[in-house]
């Protein structure tokens, strides 16, 4: 089975860049999908196919997808970035599924 | 704007079924460009895809669950619905209704219910 790999937790001060990284065998070939989610609240989409943004997510948030690692960053971080981050992918292995990271923890200092 | 809402029983016992429902409004679940799907999040844990289906009924399902799960979806009531059997603690968790694009394959997940918690216990 397909395996997303996230660190547990990523630190960043007010203003600075955060990145997020998500890795997996060739992720590069599939589509990489990110969402953000804070305490008590759903999941909210954040980037889809790699790099797109859906609309309402500001342009701070970007996403690239090469080789075995793919990356979500955050560039001049706020205090409401504070939350956990998955990231996705479908793995059309011959037991066709989705499959999440285990989810990274972004603390703003 | 697209709702998901879920319902069904809030506790389950050891070895009985789990099942929810999900309603959607502001959209048609019959929509080509669609699946619809459930999402699981124990306490504390992260995220995790339990199975989805197209409105003609074709299904995709989590290998490590498939065996206890089945999602069905009734288009007269714009409504799908999740069946877990011989659950356990293990189970507990938040249990999320979802959209899912469709482009070749199921893609990003852009709509989510506001989650339900379930717990199993006697």
């Known amino acids: 089975s397909y395996v997303l790999t996230q660190p547990p937790s990523v630190s960043v001060a007010p203003g600075k860049t955060a990145r997020i990284t998500c890795g997996g065998n060739n992720i590069g070939s599939k589509s990489v999908h990110w969402y953000q989610q804070k305490p008590g609240q759903a999941p909210v989409l954040v980037i889809y196919y790699d790099s797109d943004r859906p609309s309402g997510i500001p342009e701070r948030f970007s996403g690239s997808n090469s080789g075995n690692t793919a990356t979500l960053t955050i560039s001049r971080v706020e205090a409401g970035d504070e939350a956990d981050y998955y990231c996705q992918v479908w793995d059309s292995s011959s037991d066709p599924h989705v499959v999440f990271g285990g989810g990274t923890k972004l603390t703003v200092l | 704007q697209l709702q998901l809402q879920e319902s069904g029983p809030g506790l389950v016992k050891p070895s009985e079924t789990l099942s929810l429902t999900c309603t959607v409004s502001g959209g048609s679940i019959s929509s080509s460009s669609y699946y619809w799907g459930w999402i699981r999040q124990p306490p504390g844990k992260g995220l995790e895809w339990i199975g989805n289906i197209y409105y003609s009924g074709s299904t995709y399902y989590n290998p490590s669950l498939k065996s206890r799960v089945t999602i069905s979806v009734d288009t007269s009531k714009n409504q799908f619905s999740l069946k877990l059997s011989s659950v356990t603690a293990a189970d507990t968790a938040v249990y999320y209704c979802?959209?899912?694009?469709?482009?070749?394959?199921?893609?990003?997940?852009?709509?989510w219910g506001q989650g339900t918690l379930v717990t199993v216990s006697s």
């Open positions: 979802a959209r899912q694009s469709v482009v070749v394959v199921p893609a990003a997940v852009d709509y």
